[in-house]
């Protein structure tokens, strides 16, 4: 057993804290208010399609589904983040316990749920709902079929595992990337090449791109919409600003695993490497699946920024390798990470701590949007627009009782009822930021703007200008695509 694990890991209490971490989920996502992304993803599952212009469909499912059980407030939206992340927390310790020797497989299983629990990336993800949350499950899924294939041999194994990863490329594409590194795994080492002699992989590989295949229809459908937008991501290539958007990469890292865990995975990476090239499968496997999406995500910061979320996926596998090859000194990394969400949560439920605003994320993206949007609605009885989409989902969801217009080309590709506006009067609320006025092909501008603001407790957190328009007559077909009525709450 590698030095550091418990020579007795007790399960009832991990049972315990993952129980009490879950319930502990659960409220906070039920008090704290609902971002704007949250309520666009919540537009999109009152509008199900086989595919969005951003993401595929699954967040939309997962609303769909916790919305159907818990109603459109904030715990039915967010029902399956908690949810998920107890049962994905589950797979991950049945992943640890076979991806290594039978000896000490409870206390890697113990081990690796704390580690992941432990980081900021599940903390924060678990309390929220967006692509990155069924992309994490799912990909986990497919690691413990991939540590049930290594403990048993059992070839059955690989088409759960491509399910699991056809599920994930439903959820988000970033999945291609360990998807990629499974795939050179398979070529490039001797257990790998064993496997492809048999149709297993290949079976995966078909059972993946038919779960997929909804997506691809519908973008072939839509002008591949999708795929060229997040392909438009590629081709950026400002090397002198590499070393500033790498230093936001690591420190992003460093601060969503919590620095213990940030270090456990790093050596347990490196040792990965070192015991795939001595001929480990286990090692080469988690190596190849964590490793080539960190190249990528690398080179793509000599040409733009990465979100900090965007590698959140390879957390599991990286946690793997470190419970596998680095678990000591895990007690006090866990503990510092556990400890660290206690602020997080406190402040998104409930807001006690009044930090500047550049540094409260939870200001910047969830406060003051209900109040908001009832004071824009006040101003006068009629429609009530935005021409950015998540302003416009946050007012929907906000405004039961009002009809609430999108304005932007994106809603053409959404089975939204396109209302006759021609003639009426009503408000257009816009970010003041933006330096565009409304465009007059669209608006008939009645007076100068009014300004808004949103924010918590006397801070600011945005402000708005709240336009009086009317929209003209004789819009053609094109423009009265852009405009749509959107879904209120039930």
Known sequence: MPRGLPARPHLLPFVGLLAALTVLRLVVAGFAPLSADETYYWVWSRALAPGFLDHPPMVALWIRAGTWLCGDGALGIRLLGPLSAAAGTVLLGFAAADFGPSEGRAARAVVAGTLLNATLILAAGSITLTPDTPLLFFWTAALFALGRLQATGRALWWPVAGIAVGLALDSKYTVVLPGAGLAAWLVLTRSGRAWLRSPWPWMAALLAALMFSPVLDWNAAHGWASFLKQGGRTGDWHPARALQYLGELAGGQIGLATPGVFVLIVLGLARAVRAGRAGDAAGSLLAWV???????????????????????????????????????????????????????YLQAAAAPFELPRKMDITLQRLAGWPDLARRAAALEPGFIAADDYALAAELAHALADREVIGAAPRWRLFDLPHPDLAGRSGILLRDARRKDAPDPSLWVLRGPPIPLSRGRGGQVAETYLAWPVSVPFGLKRPAQQEFVRMPSPH
């Open 290 to 344: 964590t490793l080539l999406p960190v190249c990528v995500f690398v080179q793509h910061a000599f040409g733009d920024r990465v979100q900090a979320n965007w590698p959140g996926l390879l957390y599991p596998s990286a946690v793997l390798a470190a419970v596998l090859w680095a678990p000591r000194g895990w007690r006090p990394a866990a503990a510092l990470g556990l400890v660290l969400a206690v602020p997080l």
